[in-house]
Nanobody
């Protein structure tokens, strides 16, 4: 059974940092493209960052380029999202997503709130 469990969310002041983690189990993690999405209240879910199965290739939404870094450790079946210089508009529930062809799985999400 596929499980994606996010952690690391919380309340942080503007300009601060957080590192999200997503622990995966129940599938061949190293074969999957991994993504981080977020959804703010009243808005659609949006892709924040993605990383190829090997970790060689990454891509980011324009709104987070230069501030967020996605990485993965295939030995630990974990994907990370390092978030620096956080802004109030980064406030959202952040979701981990695993994709392989037509197969896609979601975590339950972790809340990130950026506020003074």
């Amino acid at each position: 059974q596929v499980h994606l469990v996010e952690s690391g969310g919380g309340l942080v002041q503007p300009g601060g940092s957080l590192r999200l983690s997503c622990a995966a189990s129940g599938f061949t993690f190293s074969a999957y493209l991994m993504n981080w999405y977020r959804q703010a209240p009243g808005k659609e879910r949006e892709l924040v960052a993605r990383i190829s199965s090997t970790g060689v290739s990454t891509d980011y939404a324009d709104s987070v380029k230069g501030r967020f870094t996605i990485s993965r450790d295939n030995a630990k079946n974990t994907v990370y999202l390092q978030m620096n210089s956080l802004k109030p508009e980064d406030t959202a529930v952040y979701y981990c997503n695993a994709k392989y062809g037509a197969l896609t799985n979601w975590g339950q999400g972790t809340q990130v709130t950026v506020s003074s």
